[in-house]
């Protein structure tokens, strides 16, 4: 069953429904197939059926994007499995006022599935909305273990990679903001835009950029521009896909 969570956490939740497969998360018992579970993968442990789950989607980054270097398609998948965890949360914390759990030991990860992955939670949990709550099961409990795990395996800054958490965060908030605005869901906008501000002042992400009403503007750069046919995104660093010569010091 597809639900985007919380009330009683799993009912009458289809109000996220228009926002897109970021803000969905599968719930209702372990998965039949054997998904391996978050936190199995930050540790770099093998599953029976994808291997090493985070090389595993680096690859399949790779291949699809056609990236010149592995280091760019680990920046892309990280941000990507980092816009699902906000979406949820931040997505929850506005219209429900409350959020899941996302414990990686009960939060299964599809790294074979399409952009932009599937999420399955084996028991939900509700937890209160405050900043402190979020910051704690998303930074401290996914994207630090996430960046090691990566990091592992991979050169890549770790600049670049609280950069590209903080710019996912950024971007689920904006979504959620242009959605509840037209709708007249003041309370959400409001809710989103306070939790965003909070979350992007946190110690792990503080400097990574800057944060202008729902408008964000990054020091770093994720390497898509390196990509085949790629250019920079709306809130990079940069205006124009540097020269080769400026590349090195991208991240």
């Known amino acids: 069953m597809v639900l985007l969570l919380l009330v009683d956490l799993e009912q009458d ?15 209702g018992g372990a998965p039949r197939t054997p998904l391996p579970t978050l936190a199995r993968v930050y540790e770099n442990r093998s599953s029976d059926v994808y291997g090493n789950a985070i090389t595993f989607r680096v690859e399949k980054v790779a291949n699809a994007l056609r990236a010149p270097e592995l280091r760019i398609a680990a920046s892309v998948a990280q941000q990507g ?13 506005a219209v429900y006022g409350r959020v899941p759990d996302l414990d990686p030991g009960l939060l299964h990860w599809d790294p074979d599935a399409s952009a932009p992955g599937d999420l399955w939670l084996s028991e939900v949990r509700p937890l209160p909305a405050d900043s402190a709550t979020v910051a704690d099961v998303v930074l401290h409990g996914h994207l630090a273990p996430l960046a090691t795990a990566l990091r592992a395996h991979y050169r890549i800054a770790p600049g670049l990679l609280w950069g590209n958490a903080a710019s996912a965060l950024a971007g689920a908030a904006r979504q959620l903001d242009h959605w509840a605005g037209p709708l007249g869901r ?23 950029g800057t944060l202008t009403g729902t408008a964000f503007r990054r020091r770093s750069c994720c390497l898509y521009y390196r990509v085949p046919g790629g250019g920079v995104c709306g809130d990079c660093c940069f205006l124009r896909p540097p020269r080769s010569s400026a590349r090195g010091a991208s991240g």
């Open 13 to 27: 939740l289809a109000a996220l429904g228009p926002l897109g497969g970021f803000f969905v998360l599968r719930t």
């Open 81 to 93: 499995l980092a816009a699902r965890l906000w979406s949820v949360m931040l997505g929850c914390a």
């Open 186 to 208: 003041t309370e959400a906008a409001t809710r989103t835009r306070t939790l965003a501000a909070e979350l992007l002042a946190h110690p792990l992400l503080a400097g990574a």
